[in-house]
């Protein structure tokens, strides 16, 4: 127990999987790591299986009538590091910026607690490939493995470098919001940059269109609902000295409503139209992956607040909802449950290259979810 329950070596872990973030889909070390400290967890009560490059290990109860699940995503992100920590990513452009280095830290020790103190339910721990795209929830709960364990109820966190370590934060309800990749390719005439009345320039064509996208929540989104387009890449042309006769654009949309959802990839779509005429193009739109909303049950987050409240271990808040988007909601649209944030006291934010989440956030998480869990499992 006091071995389990140790800062020092919840912090080892954790840097040994900071060391080696994986793209979604690729996370084979990360699953080999994985797979090794559960191989060392006393077997009796463990059922321990791989799906794709993710985990699924479950945890008989003595006298189970219900099975509680935990879910913690494994991918990494493709920026390069510039925390300048003496335990970097040696992954060469990817780092992980999104704390799930720390979400699977947790989870192992949570394994490693209750395959000797064996509780009363079931437990089943989802360790999640690609939640950063292009999304393992869904995939994985169409596997058999997720039918044998499919629990009753499930809970899952994500760290929030806003909140000081000790803190975790919920809200019943919408917590997430509605995603949709966006990819949008232009195509042209591309030329010689001394004759630009012969080509149609498409750095031009895209420059306009992600101006133009600025308008859609400024002036079709209802001022009392909330939307989000955010273009994160744009890649155009091949030298200086060249008009581009290619540009591809690369985003997300964020919303709380489907409807919000649906007119703002309408509009898209105009916009894209209009481009098309103004600068004699092509266009094409590609949704990449979409996620549901983050919906926490009612019941039970008013459950789990009131039995934080009462802990010494972690400080409640109750949060507003973001406009971050997390492919959990796959989970709990079929399964109740809650997300909840933990904080990590991070000057830099989620997807920085500069995130630097306070280890000492690991014991009190670790701690909570073993009274949250033996309290639903007993
Ligand atoms: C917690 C978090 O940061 N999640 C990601 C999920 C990304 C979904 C998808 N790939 C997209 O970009 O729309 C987020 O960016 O919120």
């Given at each position: ?54 985990i699924?290990?479950?945890?008989a ?85 997720f ?44 030329g ?26 400024a ?9 989000v ?93 973001a ?43 670790v ?12």
């Amino acid at each position: 127990m006091n071995n389990i329950l140790n800062s020092e070596r919840l912090a080892t872990r954790r840097r040994a999987l900071h060391q080696i973030p994986e793209a979604g889909f690729q996370e084979f070390k990360t699953q080999e790591f994985l797979l090794e400290i559960f191989k060392n967890c006393p077997q009796q009560h463990l059922t321990i299986e791989t799906w794709k490059t993710g985990i699924f290990v479950f945890v008989a109860g003595s006298s189970p009538r219900k099975t509680i699940g935990y879910r913690a995503d494994m991918d990494g992100l493709p920026m390069k590091e510039e925390t300048g920590f003496p335990f970097s990513s040696v992954h060469e452009g990817m780092m992980h910026a999104c704390g799930h280095d720390f979400h699977m830290t947790i989870g192992t020790a949570l394994i490693e607690y209750f395959a000797v103190n064996q509780p009363v339910h079931n437990l089943v721990f989802f360790f999640q490939p690609a939640e950063e795209g292009p999304g393992g929830a869904e995939p994985m709960m169409a596997a058999s493995q997720f039918k044998s364990f499919y629990p009753d109820e499930i809970y899952a966190l994500h760290i929030a470098p806003e909140y000081p370590v000790g803190t975790i934060a919920t809200k019943p309800e919408i917590l997430f919001a509605n995603t949709s990749e966006l990819f949008v390719d232009f195509q042209g005439k591309g030329g010689h940059a001394a004759f630009p009345h012969t080509t149609e320039d498409m750095v031009v064509a895209a420059s306009h269109f992600v101006t133009q996208l600025q308008t859609i929540v400024a002036r079709n989104v209802s001022p009392l609902d909330s939307a989000v387009v955010t273009i994160g890449k744009i890649e155009a042309g091949t030298k200086q000295n060249i008009i581009a006769e290619n540009a591809r654009a690369e985003g997300t949309i964020r919303t709380l409503s489907m409807e919000a959802m649906q007119e703002v990839k309408s509009r898209i779509e105009d916009i894209a139209k209009g481009i098309e005429t103004s600068f004699r193009c092509r266009t094409s739109i590609d949704y990449g992956a979409n996620y549901c909303q983050v919906y926490n049950d009612a019941a039970l987050t008013k459950e789990f607040i009131s039995y934080a409240e009462k802990s010494n271990t972690v400080n409640l808040e109750i949060c507003d909802k973001a406009m971050t988007g997390e492919d959990f909601g796959y989970f709990l649209e079929k399964v109740p449950g809650v997300m909840f944030w933990l904080g990590v006291n991070s000057e830099h934010g989620l997807h920085s290259n500069k995130l630097n989440p306070e280890e000492d956030a690991l014991l009190p998480a670790v701690k909570w979810l073993i009274e949250w869990l033996e309290y639903r499992a007993s």
